[in-house]
């Protein structure tokens, strides 16, 4: 299930990367879910997709958060507990936080505006299902409020929770310790704010003419699809 808001706009993406790695991906409204709670039952693998939920007028992803706890969150809950892996990015990641499925939480970017650049993602060592042995992958930002806040980093490192950082000396936002990406402590809800749907081809690289392509994010969807089925 691709999971869809007002004002989402990446969810086709998401639902293309899914399908190169082997689901069968549904686009679902965030109305639907909220009429038929039930509709988790028959998937096996939860995507929030990015975008500008609501137009992000009250912060980023805050009104999407809201819905989802008070309309399924014991629906989620059970889906998480059943080990099924969820996966948020960008705005669907602030979502995440907010419905407290992840620790910390995203502020305004350090810079103080709208950024929208490539950037290099490594995966250290981590609980993470969605990232395990993923080599570095590249792919795009596209956020206002990407900062990853949280009063202890280091431990949450040291629980196994980091799966993603940004490459060393690239920093675009201000996270704390560099960090791109977290888990929840079972390793099967992760959370991110670049755009991996992005790059699934190697021609959507701004350089893959140039005999540069990156690192491809459809690895880190194949993992995600891979552990749905075998579990």
Known sequence: ????????????DVAFALD????????????????TPALLDDVQLLVVAGGFSYA??????????????????????RFVAAGHPV?????????????HLLPGSLAHNESGHFQCEWVRLEAPTSRCVWTEGLDP???????????????????????????LRY??????????????GVC???GVVLGLMPHPENHVIARQHPRHTR?????????????GVRYAKEH
């Open 56 to 77: 992000d007028a009250l912060g980023a992803g805050r009104m999407w958060s809201l819905a989802l706890t008070h309309g399924v969150g014991d629906a989620l809950q």
């Open 184 to 186: 929840d402590p079972s």
């Open 87 to 99: 996966l948020g990015i960008c705005n669907g990641f602030q979502v995440l936080t907010g419905t």
């Open 211 to 223: 005999g540069r392509a990156g690192g491809l994010g459809l690895a880190l969807f194949e993992r």
């Open 20 to 35: 190169l790695a082997g689901a069968d991906s549904r686009i679902t409204l965030l109305a639907e879910l909220l009429a």
């Open 1 to 12: 299930m691709v999971l869809a808001a007002p004002g989402t706009n990446r969810d086709h």
């Open 137 to 163: 992958v590249e792919c795009p930002i596209a956020h206002g409020e990407g900062r990853y806040v949280h009063p202890d980093a280091a431990g949450l490192a040291g629980a196994g929770q980091v799966a």
């Open 167 to 180: 490459a060393p000396g690239h920093n675009p936002n201000g996270s704390a310790a560099d960090i791109a």
